[in-house]
């Protein structure tokens, strides 16, 4: 069991670049995450899908896109990139939110925008 | 807003020592306050508390809520080097619609260090 995967482990952008962060989870878990890591900082909420078919924002969404491609894959999209995005990306996923299920997390993505 | 805010945000020590961390809290509609440790990479789970008074024990690490007064504190005893990590705390609130969509609001997390 692999848990929740995410690529690229470490990227640099230039700023005005695209990317995607991809992240899969094998758990058929209905909920997923996307988070950033800053010092000092914690972690913030990106956005989330509680299931399927449904996206919303968190905290800190602006500047990012999501996309729930299938009840297993939750990406995340930088249209243009900027050294504030720079940070750790954790994506996490849990088996019902409305229950608060615990959250499990990937290994994390590096991305450093220069 | 919902705010987490923990201390001290760096503690270091020799094996052996015991060690407690700190969470407050304000959160509207409080639901569950979750303890995580975060070595290299992921966070890993280690405690939900919902209920105030019932400690939450694993081996030498333990936690207890205080929903009164806003706090947790998570207490680690005869640490040893592997306990150096962050630990992370989070609490989850209700929504209007009586929902949490399992949204965390973390703390800025203690960062310990254990010394042989």
């Known amino acids: 069991n692999a848990g929740v995967t995410q690529t690229p482990k470490f990227q640099v952008l230039k700023t005005g670049q695209s990317m995607t962060l991809q992240c899969a989870q094998d758990?058929?878990?209905?909920?997923m995450y996307w988070y950033r890591q800053d010092p000092g900082m914690g972690l913030r909420l990106i956005y989330y899908?509680?299931?399927?078919?449904?996206?919303d924002k968190g905290e800190v969404p602006n500047g990012y896109n999501v996309s729930r491609l299938n009840k297993r894959e939750f990406s995340l999209r930088l249209e243009s990139a900027a050294p504030s995005q720079t940070s750790v990306y954790f994506c996490?996923?849990?088996?019902?939110?409305?229950?608060?299920?615990?959250?499990?997390f990937g290994p994390g993505t590096r991305l450093l925008v220069l | 807003e919902d705010k987490v805010v923990q201390s001290p945000l760096s503690l270091v020590v020799h094996e052996g020592d015991t060690v407690t961390l700190n969470c407050s809290y304000e959160?509207?509609?409080?639901?569950?306050l979750l303890w995580y440790k975060q070595e290299k990479k992921a966070p890993t789970f280690l405690f939900m508390l919902?209920?105030?008074?019932i400690e939450k024990k694993s081996g030498r690490l333990s936690s207890i809520l205080d929903k009164k007064e806003l706090f947790s504190i998570l207490n680690i005893t005869a640490t040893q080097t592997g306990d150096s990590a962050i630990y992370l705390c989070?609490?989850?609130?209700?929504?209007?619609?009586?929902?949490?969509?399992?949204?965390?609001?973390f703390g800025q997390g203690t960062i310990l260090t254990v010394h042989p």
């Open positions: 758990m058929n878990h209905n909920s």
């Open positions: 919902t209920s105030s008074g």
């Open positions: 959160v509207t509609n409080f639901r569950s």
């Open positions: 996490a996923s849990s088996q019902q939110a409305r229950v608060q299920e615990t959250q499990y």
């Open positions: 989070a609490v989850v609130g209700i929504d209007a619609g009586g929902t949490s969509y399992g949204k965390l609001t």
């Open positions: 899908s509680a299931s399927e078919g449904t996206t």
